[in-house]
């Protein structure tokens, strides 16, 4: 099968679909179900850990850890057995910060002013620096 | 406009910043104007939006005015 492709939801969420193969990918006969697996987000784990075998041709993983670095695959499942699995796709959930709550001044020494913010959510990836 | 001198530390989420910083240019505020701010944090992965602008907070001061000469009221 081709590799299945990643579509980013809200925050931690993804929506993997994968193509439907033609007759001939299929191996002439109708498809039963797909079986998508992944590696739980373990870089030293194999791709092989069941997500599901659905006959929907999507699935979307939830709450996932935006710092983590996921792999997933999936194969055709026909009367005659399995196929072999496509490549496998990466799952990169890091993103730009989020949204900054707004920016308080407030007195500080010698008639100068502070300005005091909280750091927003850093999108999985640290954040390296503010604009004002 | 940028304002360089705030931002650059990261785990320091606060800035000092002058008057005569925020009364010269390129800013040139005036006494008693609002000090409005806005930032967005940034990632390798980009810019997150804007924050919104504050709606209170500090104002612009600065040292005070020239004052009239005394007056000599009475003398003995």
């Known amino acids: 099968m081709t590799e299945p492709q990643v579509e980013k939801l809200a925050f931690g969420n993804v929506r993997i679909?994968?193509?439907?193969?033609?007759?001939?990918g299929a191996g002439n006969k109708p498809i039963i179900t797909y079986d998508l697996v992944w590696d739980g987000g373990d870089p030293n784990s194999s791709v092989n850990i069941r997500l599901v075998d659905t006959v929907s041709p999507f699935y979307i993983l939830r709450d996932l850890d935006v710092k983590k670095r996921y792999r997933v695959a999936v194969r055709a499942h026909n009367k005659c057995g399995y196929g072999k699995f496509s490549d496998t796709v990466n799952i990169d959930l890091r993103m730009r910060p989020s949204k900054m709550a707004t920016v308080r001044t407030s007195k500080?020494?010698?008639?100068g002013m502070l300005f005091s913010w909280f750091p927003p959510a850093d999108g999985g990836s640290p954040i390296t620096g503010y604009i004002f | 406009m940028p304002l360089p001198i705030c931002g650059k530390t990261v785990g320091h989420e606060y800035c000092a910043v002058s008057m005569e910083t925020l009364t010269s240019a390129p800013f040139?505020?005036?006494?008693?104007?609002?000090?409005?701010v806005t930032a967005y944090?940034?990632?390798?992965?980009?810019?997150?939006?804007?924050s919104e602008l504050n709606?209170?907070?500090?104002?612009?001061?600065?040292?005070?005015?020239?004052m009239e000469p005394p007056k000599l009221v009475s003398f003995t």
């Open chain 1, 17 to 24: 679909r994968w193509d439907h193969p033609d007759r001939f």
């Open chain 1, 108 to 111: 500080a020494q010698n008639c």
């Open chain 2, 28 to 36: 040139n505020l005036r006494q008693g104007s609002l000090v409005e």
């Open chain 2, 41 to 50: 944090a940034v990632n390798a992965f980009g810019s997150g939006d804007e």
């Open chain 2, 55 to 66: 709606t209170h907070g500090m104002k612009i001061a600065a040292v005070p005015g020239v």
